[in-house]
Each structure stands twice: as C-alpha cells, then as structure tokens.
C-alpha cells in the first residue's frame, strides 16, 4: 500500500528502514542548509551577492517542506490509527504547527499583506523542525506536559507576587520619579527585570521603601527562578530512569 509506504519512510526511522534514514539525515541537512542561508541573508552585501541562489534554494526548500507537510497530513490516520479525527489531532499537534509555520513565511505575502521582517522571523520555525530527529528534545516535551500543572503553579506564584511589588512600588515611587514609574504596567516590567538581573538600566529606585522592596524582589527572584528548574530536573531524571535498566543499568531499546 503507498500510504504505508510513504508513512515508514517520513516517519522518523527506529528499525533499519534505509529509505527512512535516507530521508531522516535530507531533512535534517536541509534544515542546516536554510538555518545557514538565514544568516547569509542577514548580511545585506552578501544577500545582494547570492540573492539568485538563495532565491533557488528558497524554492526548493519549500517545495520540499510543503510536499512533506502535505504527505504527513495524508498519512495521519496511520500515526493516529485509534483516533476518530486523526487529521485534525495531527494538524494541531505540536510537530504540525512547527511545520506549518515553517511554510508559513512563503505563503503569507500571497494571502495577505504583512510586514517582511515577521516573514523573515517565521524562516526560524524550520530550525524547530530538528526537535523532530532528536531524543532529548523529545524527553523534555514529555517532561513538560507531564509536570504543567506544577510549572503553571510556579507561573502563577510568580505572576501574582509580580503585580503585587509592581502595584507598590508605583505607590511608593511615583510621586518622587514619575518619569521612571509611570505607572503599574511599566512598573510590572521593571520588576520583571529586577527579577533576572540586578536592576533595569538607568530606572532603580531611590525611596528608603522602594530600595529595600527592591532587594526583596530580586532576592525571591533567586527562588522562583530556581522551582521551575528543580521541577524540570526532577522530572528529567525520572524520565531518564525509564529508559535506564534497573539491574544492569544499561539503556532500554524502545
């Protein structure tokens, strides 16, 4: 059957299937190829120099991802076989969806007028397309869906203590620097910053209250940066020990 055919050889090989391999390593090198074309591009005199080139590569390159989008949307009943919409379920997965925009930054000025910059900006999705060829990358997805309501606990923790040193601070400092807090919302981003780093360019606050809420907020950043990390390792070390042997501690062949 060519459906089966054409789904062993774009699915990604886990037997000894040549022509699945074959076209596993031409993705991946072509992905390199585009990730590689983006940063000459980026380069104006040299853009001006292979513009020819690029320009034949860029047609080749999404003649290739859009057959290939096409043929694993035809293929999707075999990937889901138990599933009643497997085409849906497969359009909004997430692999999809990196595909999609992959293509997205050829299409796009056909169908609507958008700004050259954010169509150059989706070229970056086909760097994505390599999560699909690598283990690890696979792990950590896993890891995330299997630990979100913790990470989105954390998230929400630290949203919330967020608007909280942001609301105060705007009290506390507005009325000697209204320049540097205006109001909450650029305040909120102020202490977003304060959070990850030691202050935000020349804004720093200078009220006896606003200094020492200041150090608190930076000092708590320390800690919520570090949960969703203790999560994440938590969770990557689980996984690891599922594919790990228990007696021998050998890798488990999947």
Known sequence: MAKQKIFRIIERTKDNNKASTIFDYFIIVLICLNALAIIIASYNNLQLKYEKILTTFEYFSIAIF????????????????????????????????VDLFAILSFYLPFIIGIDLRFIRMLRLFRLLKLTRYND??????????????????????????????????????????????????????????????????????ITMFGKI??????????????????????????ETKKDTCPHCGGNITK
Not at 74 to 83: F, H, Q, R, V
Not at 163 to 169: E, G, H, T
Not at 226 to 231: E, F, H, S, V
Request: hydrophobic letters at 50%.
């Open 213 to 238: 809420l200041s150090a608190v907020i930076a000092i708590l950043g320390l800690g919520l940066v570090a949960l969703p990390a203790g999560i994440l390792c938590s969770g990557l070390l689980d």
């Open 66 to 97: 859009t057959i290939e989008y096409i043929l694993r949307i035809w293929t999707a009943p075999l990937k889901y076989p138990n599933s009643k919409i497997p085409y849906l379920r497969f359009i909004i997965s997430l692999m999809a969806l």
């Open 136 to 205: 690890a990358t696979e792990m950590i997805i896993r890891v995330l869906k299997k630990e979100k309501d913790k990470l989105l606990m954390t998230l929400f923790c630290t949203g919330l203590m967020i608007l909280l040193a942001s609301s105060m601070l705007f009290y506390i400092e507005n009325p000697i620097q209204p320049d540097k807090f205006p109001n909450i919302i650029d305040t909120f981003w102020w202490c977003v910053a304060c959070l990850t780093t030691a202050d935000y360019g020349d804004v720093a606050c």
